[in-house]
């Protein structure tokens, strides 16, 4: 990887590679680019190295280091992983072509991929390449129509083996990618079989975009994550039909998005293990909601303003539940009250981070039935200096208490 003196980037920020390699500056013309590259990636590393390259050091570099970059990047035979920062279209089908037989992840951020570049990887058989992240990047109309083309005769088979690049993931993540309606209606007519994650965040596609997720092109789906997307309430049927299909579903990250108390409603039919509602306009009446949920073990509330926390802690369903987080939350001493007198007899890490907790709800926490709690956060809250002190001589199982007092 390149490091910009002009910007002073971080090498640790920027390149990471196995513990024995250690990084000693490359110098920005091309005999020095050449000469650091074949020193960082002429070693026997681990099976995973992370280069990055920044336009800003290339701004910097002479057309023969830039060659380079790529002729060290091709012949180096341990290279796992890759990421690259404002990549162009011709690049992307260099990428393509050269590399991404041989990497397992590979992540483009701030690229213009061009419906050449987009072709380039679309057409390339699965192979090795088991994760793909586009972070704002130009995955919309014909570039995304072109991206997430199908194979011809896909449908009929059965065991996946003409499958292209796309179609052989594990993982797609597409961040900052405007897919709207048109994207999401392109990513819907792609089948995934081997698809286990698949993250959209803050890819403005809305409630319409949201209905064309097809839930038979996904059938061994395990996370999900729609974040930021103004997906709102008028979604919750469609949540609910795609949480009953998609048998394998187990974590769901929805935060960010206005669903209010209404969009939570398909919660108890579903069998989600993982929930992150951060931000999501839920007040008690959801929390009642999710208290009727018999396997969800982790639950992420934080940001919501006017969740209180007694009607998860009095639930006969969360008896599972191990993690829960209600930072800003209006939590108070009374929500303290009811989360230590619960049915949480399981709860291992319990975050409650600016939720006006004074020492009363603390000492209420340190009495209650909590006896597998493991970490406790209870920073931002109001008069806890003593909170570590009571929380581990009434705890036994307590290991970590993470305090900041304000007054």
């Excluded at 380039?120 to 919309?140: K, N």
């Excluded at 999900?224 to 469609?238: C, F, G, Q």
């Excluded at 406790?376 to 705890?395: H, P, R, S, W």
């Amino acid at each position: 990887g390149l490091l910009s003196q002009r910007f002073r980037l971080s090498a640790k920020r920027y390149l990471q590679t196995s513990s024995k390699i250690r990084w000693k500056g490359v110098s920005v013309q091309a005999d020095g680019v050449r000469k650091g590259l074949r020193e960082a990636m002429g070693h026997e590393m681990s099976l995973m190295v992370n280069v990055c390259i920044a336009l800003s050091a290339f701004e910097m570099v002479e057309d023969g280091g830039r060659q380079s970059v790529w002729e060290a990047l091709a012949g180096n035979e341990h290279l796992r992983a890759l990421r690259l920062l404002f990549v162009s279209g011709d690049e992307v089908t260099w990428i393509a072509h050269n590399l991404v037989q041989k990497l397992e992840v590979l992540e483009l951020w701030y690229g213009t991929l061009g419906e050449s570049g987009a072709r380039a990887l679309a057409s390339q058989p699965s192979g090795r390449l088991q994760e793909l992240v586009l972070g704002s990047c130009d995955v919309e109309g014909p570039v995304a129509d072109v991206l997430f083309a199908s194979s011809q005769g896909i449908e009929d088979d059965k065991q996946n083996r003409n499958l292209r690049l796309v179609e052989g993931l594990d993982a797609l993540t597409l961040s900052l990618c405007p897919l709207r309606d048109d994207g999401m209606l392109a990513l819907s007519t792609l089948r995934l079989p081997r698809l286990r994650k698949l993250v959209l965040e803050r890819c403005e596609f809305g409630d319409q975009g949201l209905s064309e997720l097809r839930v038979d092109h996904l059938p061994n789906l395990a996370e999900l994550a729609l974040i930021k997307n103004r997906i709102s309430t008028r979604s919750a049927t469609v949540l609910s039909e795609f949480c009953s299909m998609a048998h394998r579903l187990r974590t769901l990250q929805l935060s960010w998005n206005r669903l209010g108390d209404d969009g939570v409603s398909f919660l108890p039919s579903s069998k989600l293990v993982s929930l992150d509602l951060r931000h999501c306009s839920i007040t008690e009446k959801g929390c009642r909601v999710l208290a009727e949920s018999k396997t969800l073990e982790c639950i992420n509330l934080c940001g919501n303003r006017m969740v209180e926390g007694y009607s998860l802690a009095s639930g006969e369903g969360l008896r599972s539940l191990t993690e829960l987080r209600l930072d800003n939350c209006k939590v108070a001493d009374k929500g303290a009250f009811a989360i230590a007198n619960g049915q949480l007899s399981r709860l291992r890490y319990l975050s409650l981070r600016g939720s006006l907790i004074s020492e009363t709800g603390v000492s209420a926490l340190a009495q209650g039935n909590l006896p597998s709690l493991r970490t406790i956060v209870l920073q931002g809250n109001l008069n806890t200096v003593n909170a570590e002190c009571m929380l581990k001589d009434n705890l036994r199982s307590l290991k970590r208490v993470i305090v900041s007092s304000t007054r």
